[in-house]
């Protein structure tokens, strides 16, 4: 996939509001300009499993219905397979899977088996090969016991799963994935989880994954794109946000009594009776220097060592540019 000066804009009639006779509003021939994605480049590879993200806003639902087709850019090249989504239809649908979380592609009276068969008759999958196909996602996904059921009365998790197999069922080189855990509880999350890992690791599927669940990000992906107002802030590994942004580590430490701490190379942040929280840098001091140096000069009982988390670097991303956190679901 290449994408290259993407522009889109969306022309909004102004509206004048005015006193005659009372409060009314008037229409008039002028237009509000919104550009919604202003000028973003990137490539991806086939195989790549990318975290496109940023708060409410920022263009990545715009950006990608550009990369499926759906919109016309106002200016910038996509091209998807070596095809313009938006010129060639047809062609790129046979080659995408698409999976909106608040949106199904399911037939809603029909038992999701049903649906599969219409799907695969719509791609023009064979029937034996479409029946194979249809097995191996019904397994991966645990679907066995749904499938003969209506679309209206599974669960979101379970709609969720027909979903995801519904986008598969034609073996799509590359997958959007648009929220696919919003709303669901740990277990299902952690089923399509599960399910994305192996249709990029196994099949080579080429996914990208907009979401505002980080830990559907910590768990899938090594590289994302973050944007804001429509332009990309950063495009590169998560390790080296991690490193470029949270730089620390805390070492959490249980002390026999209450007692504050002071080792070489760390900074207590908290106490809280015995439990201390000591903060070192990663790129300065390994972790095993300051607990070997803790645990000399003081009596321990439990330590553990604590990650940043993702969610709260791209807090303080936003935080800093005076922009909206994302929000976890």
Not at 38 to 56: A, H, R
Not at 84 to 99: C, H, M, Q, T
Not at 289 to 316: H, K, M
Request: aromatic share 6%; proline share 5%.
């Amino acid at each position: 996939m290449h994408v290259a000066g993407l522009v889109k804009e969306f022309r909004r009639v102004k509206r004048i509001t005015g006193r005659f006779g009372g409060l009314r509003t008037f229409f008039s021939r002028e237009y509000d300009v919104i550009r919604a994605v202003d000028d973003v480049s990137f490539d991806i590879d086939s195989g790549e499993l990318v975290g496109y993200l940023g708060p409410n806003g920022a263009g990545k639902s715009t950006t990608i219905k550009m990369l499926t087709g759906i919109l016309t850019p106002t200016a910038g090249t996509v091209t998807v397979a070596g095809r313009d989504p938006a010129r060639e239809r047809k062609a790129n649908a046979l080659n995408i899977g698409v999976v909106f979380g608040q949106r199904s592609q399911l037939w809603w009276d029909l038992p999701l088996r049903e649906s599969f068969r219409a799907l695969r008759d719509l791609y023009g999958v064979p029937s034996a090969e479409g029946e194979r196909r249809q097995r191996e996602l019904v397994e991966l996904l645990d679907m066995a016991e749904f499938l003969d059921t209506p679309v209206r009365q599974l669960s979101l998790g379970q709609r969720m799963r027909g979903d995801l197999a519904a986008a598969m069922l034609h073996q799509p080189r590359l997958l959007y994935l648009d929220e696919p855990t919003v709303g669901l509880d740990v277990v299902a999350k952690q089923r399509i989880r599960e399910f994305i890992a192996h249709i990029n690791a196994e099949l080579g599927t080429t996914v990208i994954l907009t979401t505002h669940d980080l830990e559907d990000v910590e768990q899938l992906c090594r590289r994302i794109i973050l944007i804001d107002h429509g332009r990309v802030l950063y495009d590169g590994g998560l390790a080296e946000l991690m490193a470029r942004y949270a730089p620390y580590r805390d070492l959490v430490v249980t002390l026999a009594e209450p007692s504050d701490v002071v080792v070489a190379s760390a900074d207590q942040v908290k106490r809280d009776g015995p439990v201390v929280t000591l903060r070192f840098r990663s790129d300065q001091v390994k972790a095993p220097e300051i607990i070997s140096a803790v645990t000399a000069a003081y009596p321990v009982v439990d330590l553990s060592v604590v990650e940043p988390r993702l969610e709260a670097v791209i807090s303080q991303i936003y935080t800093q540019r005076g922009l909206p956190e994302m929000v976890a679901s």
